[in-house]
């Protein structure tokens, strides 16, 4: 079954610990992204990568960091720096940056 | 002002009834227009795909694009429970990334 798994669907952060959120697809996509989701604000975009070692700063980038060393993976660290980071996760691949963007089922990250 | 304007909602309507979903966008480069579901603790997934002005059928849902008015509607005809979600539409064009409205909240009571 082609999709995106996210893991793990709930993680609980200390204070000045850094955590790390995995995002795989097996939907041979080239486009992978990840997003924030607070209630009532919808999708904010953290960041974004077109290509294996390639990747942007979307709009709320500071606090966060990317790799891309795989074309299935596009784990995203939560750092110490984001002072905020109580929020749901959503992991999102695509095509092309013209195509529709299809999501995982998402992480709950809390603070401890 | 928000590059697209959403409705939040909360929206409650009868099983059976015609349901209206709308947003309003400020960009002329939006060229294609989304209409996702996501229900509670899980990830959007795509309803419908557009990228030209008029109307897009697929089963109960009908998606509606006015490029002149700067405004797309989706429709879900024959509402039920299950169809309680929150509804968010994405515009993209020649940017890199989409753009979400914020979402509507619809619950379809039995």
């Known amino acids: 079954d082609g999709g995106i798994t996210q893991s793990p669907k709930y993680l609980f952060r200390k204070e000045g610990q850094n955590v790390t959120l995995s995002c795989e697809q097996n939907?041979?996509?080239?486009?992978m992204y990840w997003y924030r989701q607070d209630p009532g604000q919808g999708l904010r975009l953290i960041y974004y990568?077109?290509?294996?070692?390639?990747?942007q700063k979307g709009d709320i980038a500071e606090g966060y960091s990317v790799s891309r060393e795989k074309k299935e993976s596009f784990p995203l660290t939560v750092t110490s720096a984001q002072k905020n980071p109580t929020a749901f996760y959503l992991c999102a691949s695509g095509q092309d940056s013209n195509q529709p963007q299809h999501f995982g089922d998402g992480t709950r990250l809390s603070i401890l | 002002q928000k590059e697209v304007e959403q409705d939040p909602g909360p929206l409650s309507v009868p099983e059976g009834a015609i349901v209206s979903l709308n947003c309003t966008y400020s960009n002329s480069a939006f060229q294609y227009f989304m209409w996702y579901r996501q229900y509670s603790r899980k990830g959007p997934e795509l309803l419908m795909y557009?990228?030209?002005?008029g109307n897009k059928e697929d089963g109960r849902f009908t998606a509606q694009v006015d490029k002149s008015s700067k405004y797309i509607s989706l429709f879900i005809r024959d509402s039920q429970p299950s169809d309680s979600a929150t509804y968010l539409c994405?515009?993209?064009?020649?940017?890199?990334?989409?753009?979400f409205g914020s979402g509507t909240q619809l619950t379809v009571l039995p």
């Open positions: 939907l041979n996509h080239d486009a």
């Open positions: 557009t990228y030209s002005s």
């Open positions: 994405a515009m993209g064009g020649s940017a890199r990334q989409l753009t």
């Open positions: 990568s077109q290509i294996v070692n390639d990747f």
